[in-house]
């Protein structure tokens, strides 16, 4: 049959022209506002005067974009860990066969369901509460002294608690999609071959879960880099140092701050183009190191 | 007969497309409001829209925009979208966005006799900013220590403090009575310390110290801190405090504390939770050897008027009804805030009106510290020091030393 190259063109322009529009021309015109001085998103190019790498300099030496990064790491490596850790361990435990297994998978998975806005009003308003909430109520039934979980020591962990809770059941169905997939033959003959599950999991299990892992790992640097709505929760009235993130940081630089009247939008795209590079780099460097192509079955 | 029914038809037509052509299409103004609709502010603001189009013909078309609106208004105004009133914070309204495209109101507001209807203080503060009035107050904002007059009532006291050391004495028999002097939130330690050394140092001082640092070889802001330290140590901060917002200024509401250094919407919040407190208002004591006790933290929510509008006149006197007279007075009634016009009352705060009326020296909300490029990790040091963190106010100052 021969090829109408110009039906072909005229299906695909929509799609073409959207995806120029919407996606290519934002990006291209942020990454080259981080390199002007711009007040405003929308200001007219006759308004950008050309400043070089001054935006990356100005928020590389700007300490709340640093504290910002800092939190970042924290959320991205210690939240990532406890994530990413404790949902494939319950994805292998709720596909080893566990009764009320479908019970126990809808539990985890709820907290996705409940809009993060109430999630985060729970923890903070009702868990963490110095005078009622849930672990101090614990704490003083043990013994102790009540505890300041929303302390500036405490606040960025108790965010990454709460957030860890909210995240756990959308990576743990992630690992049971890719768990399933795994022919059960392979773990038959092992436990004819006399191997233990913990020996199952390390040789069977994980081995095969590669390419899902190198997924989750992306999707979470993604979510991390992205982190905004729980930060914004926990620190609901003004930006706060022990819970500002990079995006926060970025939103106040473009918009202003409570009090804050100045605005840069030149730099606030510096921040967006850190945060792209941060992605595309942990992207490539798993897909360096997990190579999920080197196993089949 | 068909010809002639024929003939009465196309004549009732034309006729009626030639009359809707002549007719005058009525004027429609859009305004772009904060607000979320449902909100008592919204439902005044939606009241007097029909009330006015009632009195006038002229249509007020409301975009409830919600609070982010403040992050459209400037692609707004490049664009020239058909917005012809907005509503933002003054200080945003007067330094953020584009001026050019925001209306010049000052020979509207003197036509109508605006300064007879609102704050001179925050008129001059516009004024200031960008040399002639370009934005009419809508909701004003009055900050200092709002108490609880049933608390001071049977704590025995009589007279308000007017300086520190008799702050401390009213803490003192506030404590005695068993009600606990300050609630205070993480979220406004940063508000409150401000506070403390603009009495100290006024907002020009600490502008130096923002630009230069030198903190711990400051006398005066090592003293701050010292006093904040000192009133932990007494014990005058309620239980938990510094706590998470708004857990620490609702123990106002449940008569636990007694005092909390905000703005006036902390007592629309309490108010909305525990009922109708009996709110008084104190401005924040003066130091010895200290600035100038007059300044008090002013400040309001506004309506602008594009410059590319093309019924300035119109949308200036939607304002005015608004902002004076009966609407202002329902607004300030129905979501216990201050009103607008000097002439109505403010039933839940009745000190409030006066106090705006004779502030002479407006403060910002930490104006002199929050372009510093630390800001946000000072608004940490400041809450640490609330939690206790700190042995001395020189240590405090030593850890602000160390951001710069």
């Not at chain 1, 929509?14 to 291209?28: C, E, K, N, R, S």
């Not at chain 1, 009090?259 to 590079?277: E, K, P, R, S, Y």
């Not at chain 2, 370009?134 to 904002?141: A, K, L, M």
């Not at chain 2, 020189?394 to 602000?400: H, L, T, V």
């Amino acid at each position: 049959m021969k090829k109408n190259k110009t039906l072909i063109f005229m299906f695909m322009a929509p799609a073409v022209i959207t995806l120029l529009l919407m996606y290519v021309y934002p990006v291209l015109r942020t990454v080259a506002m981080s390199f002007f001085h711009v007040e405003s998103v929308t200001a007219g190019l006759d308004d950008w005067s050309f400043n070089g790498l001054a935006n990356y300099f100005k928020i590389m030496h700007n300490a709340s974009f640093v504290t910002s990064m800092k939190n970042f790491l924290a959320i991205w490596i210690v939240g990532g860990v406890i994530t990413l850790a404790l949902s494939l361990l319950i994805a292998v435990i709720l596909t080893s066969g566990i009764r009320f297994q479908g019970f126990f998978r809808a539990a985890i998975y709820l907290p996705n369901v409940i809009s993060a806005v109430a999630l985060a009003t729970m923890w903070v308003q009702y868990i963490f509460n110095y005078d009622y909430g849930l672990l101090n109520q614990l704490v003083t039934a043990l013994g102790f002294d009540k505890i300041r979980w929303l302390g500036t020591d405490a606040k960025l962990w108790a965010m990454i608690a709460a957030f860890i809770y909210g995240s756990i059941g959308y990576y743990m169905l992630i690992y049971i999609s890719g768990i399933e997939g795994i022919p059960q033959d392979l773990y038959e003959a092992a436990t004819i071959d006399g191997a233990k599950k913990t020996t199952q999991f390390f040789r069977i299990t994980l081995p095969l879960l590669k390419g899902i892992i190198k997924t989750t790992i992306t999707f979470w640097t993604i979510n991390a880099a992205t982190f905004y709505l729980w930060s914004k929760l926990f620190s609901p009235v003004q930006t706060e140092g022990s819970t500002i993130v990079p995006v926060v940081y970025l939103y106040d630089t473009v918009f202003g701050g409570k009090g804050v009247v100045t605005t840069d939008a030149g730099a606030g795209a510096a921040v967006g183009v850190v945060l792209t590079i941060i992605i595309i780099i942990v992207y490539v460097l798993t897909d360096k190191l997990l190579k999920s192509n080197d196993l089949e079955y | 007969m068909k010809k002639l029914l024929s003939m009465i038809l196309v004549a009732v037509m034309v006729l009626a497309l030639g009359g809707y052509a002549l007719a005058d299409d009525p004027v429609e103004i859009t305004f772009w409001s904060m607000w979320n609709e449902g909100e008592p502010q919204a439902t005044v603001i939606a009241e007097a829209a029909e009330a006015y189009e009632a009195e006038t013909g002229v249509r007020v078309n409301i975009e409830w925009r919600g609070r982010d609106l403040n992050t459209q208004i400037q692609a707004a105004l490049d664009a020239e979208d058909a917005v012809d009133i907005f509503e933002d914070d003054y200080n945003r309204i007067s330094n953020t966005y584009d001026k050019e495209k925001i209306l010049d109101l000052t020979e509207m507001a003197e036509a109508a006799g605006y300064a007879d209807h609102s704050y001179a203080v925050l008129n001059d503060q516009v004024v200031s900013w960008v040399g002639y009035l370009n934005s009419i107050v809508e909701q004003p904002q009055v900050g200092g220590i709002f108490y609880n007059r049933d608390a001071f009532e049977a704590a025995g006291i009589e007279e308000l403090p007017t300086t520190w050391a008799e702050l401390l004495d009213v803490c003192a028999k506030l404590k005695d009575a068993d009600i606990a002097p300050f609630a205070q939130d993480s979220a406004y330690t940063n508000f409150t310390f401000y506070y403390h050394l603009v009495r100290y140092l006024g907002e020009d001082g600490i502008a130096e110290l923002r630009d230069n640092g030198g903190w711990a070889d400051n006398e005066k802001a090592v003293q701050a801190a010292q006093d904040i330290i000192d009133l932990i140590d007494k014990g005058y901060l309620v239980d938990g405090a510094p706590d998470e917002y708004p857990a620490s200024q609702n123990k106002v509401g449940t008569g636990e504390a007694a005092m909390v250094v905000c703005a006036n919407y902390v007592t629309a919040e309490v108010d909305n939770v525990f009922g109708p407190q009996n709110w008084g208002l104190i401005n924040y004591p003066a130091m010895e050897g200290g600035a100038s006790p007059d300044s008090c933290y002013v400040g309001a929510n506004s309506l602008a008027i594009t410059s590319y509008s093309e019924h300035p006149q119109e949308a200036f006197d939607f304002i005015m009804f608004l902002v004076t007279e009966d609407y202002d007075q329902k607004m300030a009634d129905t979501a216990g805030q201050i009103p607008a016009d000097p002439h109505n009352t403010c039933d839940y705060l009745p000190t409030a009106v006066d106090t705006l009326k004779n502030t002479t020296a407006p403060m910002g909300w930490c104006t002199s510290l929050n372009t510093h490029p630390a800001w946000g990790d000072m608004k940490t040091l400041f809450t640490e020091l609330f939690e206790g963190k700190y042995e001395t106010g020189a240590d405090f100052c030593a850890a602000m030393d160390a951001l710069y």
